[in-house]
């Protein structure tokens, strides 16, 4: 343990440091006649105790105390105030400064190595439940990324599942993701937002394992009750997350529920428009219809990645929100280098 002492009287100095080193085996003790040296020794180095006469020129121990505890390092660390004025209002002083304790002069040494050894007593074990809070918070981290690590493998196996349901492989609503999460960063928003979406999106046709095979793989045109049919996987999705306890499950929900609603008003289910679509379905779809025109399917082929790009934009103000549209814009170039893989003409 180490204990700074400082007093404008050398003899002084010499009994305390003395005293304090016959306290307690190994104590580390630094003495100081000049206050203003004592306060740049302890922003250089971390001090257990500090004992500070009252009286002093150029600095005084109130105002050294002040000082003292305006650096983050010195905010709990004990200080002992020595002083010949006893009186309340000193006291009072004192403590506002951020004092802990009073020796009073003449003062008795058997007292002043009791209340050493007590605080030091106590900055040890202050620093013990420090580390072994520091401790605890890093294993809580390490759990915390095992937690997140494990939800976000569930979900991207989940979504995996869906998609080899859907005859596709898994990479659609990875790209749908990536896509996602572009876009809600070129529109601003905080990256653990950003994230949310990025994991949520991948569950946005989750409700398509409630649809029958023989309207799910159709190669023709649907029939209008087969659409009908169709877009009840939206209600389906929806009910698979409803009451979820995570944020990325909540967010899925709205984005299962929302994604096929148009900003003119003219989509489904509930034929919401403009802001009332959630700002998460809102740039999912896009993500989704933009990739979904880039990908074969059993009634279609593949649209280059150029002829999907001039869609999106035409229909910026009536199926998307502008404020996406220009923030897929703005992506653009990362869009083409995650989707070059392809063998889409661009």
């Given at each position: 343990?180490q204990?700074?002492v400082?007093?404008?009287?050398w003899s002084?100095?010499t009994?305390?440091?003395?005293?304090?080193?016959?306290?307690?085996?190994?104590?580390v003790v630094?003495?100081f006649?000049n206050p203003?040296q004592?306060?740049?020794a302890?922003?250089?180095?971390?001090?257990?105790?500090v004992l500070i006469?009252h009286?002093?020129?150029?600095?005084?121990?109130?105002e050294f105390?002040k000082?003292?505890?305006?650096?983050?390092?010195y905010q709990?660390?004990?200080?002992?105030m020595?002083t010949?004025?006893?009186?309340?209002?000193?006291r009072?002083e004192?403590?506002?400064?951020?004092?802990t304790?009073f020796?009073?002069?003449?003062?008795?040494?058997i007292e002043?190595?009791?209340?050493?050894?007590?605080?030091?007593?106590?900055?040890?074990?202050?620093?013990e439940?420090?580390?072994q809070a520091?401790?605890?918070?890093?294993k809580?981290?390490?759990t915390?990324?095992d937690?997140v690590?494990r939800e976000?493998?569930v979900?991207?196996?989940?979504?995996?599942a869906?998609q080899?349901r859907?005859?596709?492989?898994g990479?659609?609503?990875y790209?749908?993701?990536q896509?996602?999460?572009?876009?809600a960063?070129?529109?601003g928003?905080p990256?653990?937002?950003c994230r949310?979406?990025y994991?949520?999106?991948?569950?946005h046709?989750v409700?398509?394992?409630?649809?029958e095979d023989a309207?799910?793989?159709?190669p023709?045109?649907?029939t209008p009750?087969?659409?009908?049919?169709?877009?009840?996987?939206?209600?389906?999705?929806a009910?698979?997350?409803?009451?979820g306890?995570?944020?990325?499950?909540r967010?899925?929900?709205?984005?299962?529920?929302?994604h096929h609603?148009?900003?003119?008003?003219?989509?489904?289910?509930?034929?919401?428009?403009?802001?009332d679509?959630?700002i998460?379905?809102?740039?999912?779809?896009?993500?989704?219809?933009?990739?979904?025109?880039?990908?074969e399917?059993?009634?279609?082929?593949?649209?280059?990645?150029?002829?999907?790009?001039?869609?999106i934009?035409?229909l910026?103000?009536t199926?998307?929100d502008?404020?996406?549209?220009a923030?897929?814009k703005?992506?653009?170039p990362?869009?083409?280098?995650?989707?070059?893989?392809?063998s889409l003409?661009?």
């Open positions: 343990m204990v700074l400082a007093d404008d009287s002084a100095l009994y305390l440091s003395r005293l304090l080193r016959d306290t307690i085996r190994d104590l630094d003495a006649d203003l004592a306060l740049q302890s922003a250089c180095r971390q001090y257990d105790l006469d009286i002093m020129p150029e600095l005084d121990g109130i105390t000082r003292l505890r305006t650096m983050d390092s709990s660390v004990p200080v002992i020595v010949s004025d006893g009186t309340t209002e000193i009072r004192a403590i506002e400064a951020g004092a304790d020796i009073t002069k003449p003062f008795d040494s002043l190595q009791a209340r050493v050894r007590n605080l030091l007593a106590f900055r040890k074990a202050q620093i439940l420090a580390s520091t401790m605890l918070a890093a809580v981290d390490e915390m990324r937690l690590a976000e493998e979900i991207w196996r989940l979504a995996r869906i080899y859907d005859g596709e492989t990479e659609h609503v790209r749908v993701a896509i996602s999460r572009l876009i960063e070129a529109i928003m990256a653990d937002r949310t979406i994991l949520a999106a991948p569950l046709d409700g398509k394992i409630g649809i309207i799910l793989f159709k023709g045109k649907l009750s087969e659409m009908k049919r169709m877009q009840e996987h939206v209600g389906i999705g009910r698979i997350l409803e009451n306890n995570s944020d990325i499950i967010t899925a929900e709205l984005i299962a529920q929302s609603e148009r900003w003119d008003g003219k989509g489904y289910p509930d034929m919401l428009s403009g802001t679509i959630p998460e379905a809102r740039i999912v779809a896009l993500a989704d219809v933009f990739d979904a025109l880039c990908s399917r059993p009634y279609k082929k593949a649209w280059p990645l150029e002829k999907a790009y001039d869609e934009i035409s910026s103000g199926h998307f502008p404020e996406c549209v923030a897929f703005q992506k653009w990362e869009i083409v280098a995650m989707t070059s893989h392809r003409a661009v």
